[in-house]
């Protein structure tokens, strides 16, 4: 049972009153006279609306809403005189706030309404009032609270996918899908924990990402200078109309490798002469790269716009071209990475070819090339031509 | 010197006990680093499977336009060509699902056995894995049951966490039995004949060559939410659209869809 108490902190310090020294209890004796007379006078009796705990069934339950503590109304009685309404409102995941209405009638202390709600209502609004038709006393009372039946929340999802793996010094960022919630908000947070931290008991890094409705959500991004492997946990607060969620410590999805870095055998490394004078021996080798070069955020479907970044530690600059058709040069990174963001809405539909060719600091290494094809599609929202 | 492809050090990683399923979904992208050589890779098994769950499954975009053929070897017989857009012409970006991959141990290329979305229904082929893209990793299994006409929806673990009645092909336009996937996610609009959306399969409707796209077969919504669940359909799968709208939100791209 869910009770929102409506008594105001005056009434309910009058039953703590012995406890209080005497002149404390003096102070209160004029104001609550006063009270109880105001009371008397307006009609203002107090009621509580509660609720049955409810939804606890996938599909849908029925909620009982109590109404009790009505005041037998001075010089009124049955007969029609007094036909006190009652309303209580609820609002359905995704759906308009329904309204259903009653009448009680006295003598009465307590009454009840069922209403069935539909599985995962969310938040649960009710109120009620109810007016006398007399006019000799003229009372009326009203109560609004909202009543939030716990079980009723959406229980909403969310999916998770760590970054690809880096070399030391590079970043990683985890991703979150919040699917099946009601208007969400709230916050998700995210927490990096070591791979073999298999409790996840301690947080290496956090960042909280703020919710407004269902959709994808990024970490704050980590630059990580310790190799190993690590992973990222997902929270989801949940709020008002929605149910907190979580991904379990250990997903797959979310372990993510920071490598040593090494210069790799077969692009990074490039025999480079060395004068005799200076030393001994005729040729020592150092490397073109520090780290992989990398391309990402090319390979897949694009809409309307796209934003592509080579990652490699040497490099000096890129430059990218589309199609064959050279766009700019970059010669200064942001964050490690060289970036490009393509207005895609110019480009036919179909497959694009994006090539970023580095030149490295090492003057004596060659430009590498790396390359990815994107698709640019059509929206999502169409008429389909299925076979129906 | 030779530079491995990602796929060749995805299969060298699996044939050494720590494949793709056991390091878990990042590694197709944590693999996209390019990793030290090692020439002569390995003898056997030459065949590995992408996934040993039927509740994990890898999916691509095409690379470039490569012909798809009936075994790992250029000299085997084309049965397909990757296309970036798909067929139906709605616009949408290709994908293709991924079972297995396999290194062919004389010229140490690597090729990737992949589903068409094509007639005939079920056609696969072998593609070189330099064709595709990073593999991405999807969970569960979409299970469409014309006997009780009920759609169920697993997740990875074999739990059902969804399911509802459906409306399939009528007996004269059936709706193809077969082991599919999830092709486009659209939000339909222009009609409510479909319902508020839809999903694109890599089915297509065994009689219905001449319809408009092609006859793929589809899972979406309808305004005639009476004839659920039946069988009124030309091949879809028809959800009422409440239905539809809650699988919108649970089913992703390339999840695999077994209609028995």
Redesign the interface.
């Known amino acids: 049972m869910i009770t929102d108490s409506p008594f105001p902190p005056a009434t309910r310090a009058t039953s703590r009153r012995g406890r209080w020294p005497r002149k404390h209890a003096r102070r209160l004796i004029f104001p609550l006279v006063l009270l109880t007379f105001a009371t008397f006078v307006a009609g203002a009796q107090a009621h509580t609306v509660t609720a049955s705990t409810a939804c606890s069934s996938a599909t849908g339950n029925s909620v009982t809403f109590y109404w009790s503590n009505f005041a037998n109304p001075a010089g009124t009685g049955n007969g029609g005189r007094n036909t006190p309404t009652w309303k209580i409102a609820y609002t359905p995941m995704g759906g308009a706030t329904t309204t259903t209405t009653g009448n009680v009638s006295f003598p009465l202390n307590s009454d009840s309404l069922t209403v069935a709600i539909p599985a995962r209502a969310g938040r649960v609004v009710a109120s009620s009032a109810w007016t006398s038709s007399q006019t000799t006393d003229g009372n009326s009372s009203s109560y609004s609270n909202n009543l939030t039946i716990p079980n009723c929340a959406a229980q909403p999802t969310i999916v998770t996918t760590a970054s690809p793996g880096i070399a030391t010094g590079g970043t990683i960022e985890d991703q979150a899908v919040l699917t099946g919630a009601n208007s969400p908000t709230g916050t998700i947070t995210f927490h990096l924990y070591a791979q073999s931290d298999t409790t996840c008991s301690t947080v290496l890094s956090t960042g909280t990402t703020t919710v407004n409705g269902n959709g994808s959500y990024a970490s704050p991004v980590v630059t990580e200078n310790t190799a190993g492997n690590y992973q990222w946990t997902a929270t989801y607060s949940g709020d008002a109309n929605n149910a907190a969620a979580a991904d379990s410590c250990g997903q797959p999805a979310e372990q993510v490798a920071v490598s040593v870095v090494v210069a790799p055998v077969s692009v990074l490394t490039t025999p480079v002469s060395v004068p005799v004078s200076s030393v001994s021996s005729a040729t020592v080798t150092r490397p073109c790269l520090a780290s992989p070069a990398q391309l990402t955020g090319v390979i897949g479907k694009v809409r309307n716009s796209l934003s592509a970044h080579l990652t490699g530690v040497g490099v000096k600059s890129v430059t990218f071209y589309l199609d064959g058709r050279k766009l700019v040069t970059v010669t200064k990174p942001s964050h490690g990475r060289f970036s490009i963001t393509i207005n895609a809405t110019r480009l036919s539909y179909g497959a694009h070819r994006l090539v970023a060719k580095a030149t490295l600091r090492n003057g004596s290494c060659a430009r590498i090339s790396r390359a990815g094809t994107f698709v640019r599609v059509r929206a999502a929202a169409v008429l389909p031509v299925f076979a129906g | 010197?030779?530079?491995?492809s990602i796929h060749t050090a995805r299969w060298l990683l699996a044939t050494v006990g720590i494949g793709a399923l056991a390091?878990?979904?990042?590694a197709a992208?944590?693999?996209?680093?390019?990793?030290?050589?090692a020439p002569g890779a390995t003898s056997a098994p030459s065949v590995i499977a992408l996934s040993n769950s039927p509740g994990v499954s890898y999916w691509a975009?095409?690379?470039?336009?490569a012909t798809v053929r009936a075994a790992p070897s250029v000299h085997a017989r084309a049965v397909g060509r990757l296309r970036?857009?798909t067929a139906?012409?709605?616009?949408?970006?290709?994908i293709y699902t991924a079972s297995r991959e396999e290194r062919v141990p004389k010229t140490g290329v690597v090729w990737t056995d992949i589903s068409l979305p094509q007639r005939p229904n079920g056609t696969t082929g072998w593609v070189r894995a330099s064709a595709l893209?990073?593999l991405h990793?999807v969970y569960g299994l979409l299970v469409i049951d014309r006997s009780t006409l009920r759609a169920t929806l697993y997740n990875r673990n074999g739990h059902a966490i969804w399911s509802a009645p459906v409306g399939i092909?009528r007996p004269s336009?059936p709706t193809p039995a077969g082991h599919f996937y999830v092709l486009?996610?659209?939000?339909?609009?222009?009609?409510a004949?479909?319902g508020p959306f839809?999903f694109?399969t890599s089915a297509y409707?065994p009689t219905?060559t001449d319809?408009?796209?092609g006859?793929?077969?589809?899972i979406?919504g309808t305004n005639q939410p009476q004839l659920i669940p039946g069988d009124p359909?030309?091949?879809?799968i028809r959800l009422r659209n409440g239905d539809i709208t809650t699988l919108w939100?649970?089913l992703k791209i390339g999840t695999p869809i077994d209609i028995s």
């Not at chain 2, 390091?23 to 990042?26: E, F, K, L, M, V």
């Not at chain 2, 006859?215 to 589809?218: A, K, Y």
């Not at chain 2, 359909?233 to 879809?236: K, N, P, Y």
């Open positions: 010197m030779p530079r491995l390091i878990g979904p990042g992208a944590a693999l996209s680093a390019p990793v030290p050589s975009y095409p690379q470039v336009g970036f857009l139906d012409g709605l616009g949408q970006a290709q893209g990073p990793v092909g336009l486009e996610k659209l939000r339909a609009i222009g009609g004949t479909y839809a694109a409707a219905l319809w408009p796209g006859g793929v077969v589809g979406h359909s030309h091949g879809c939100h649970l």
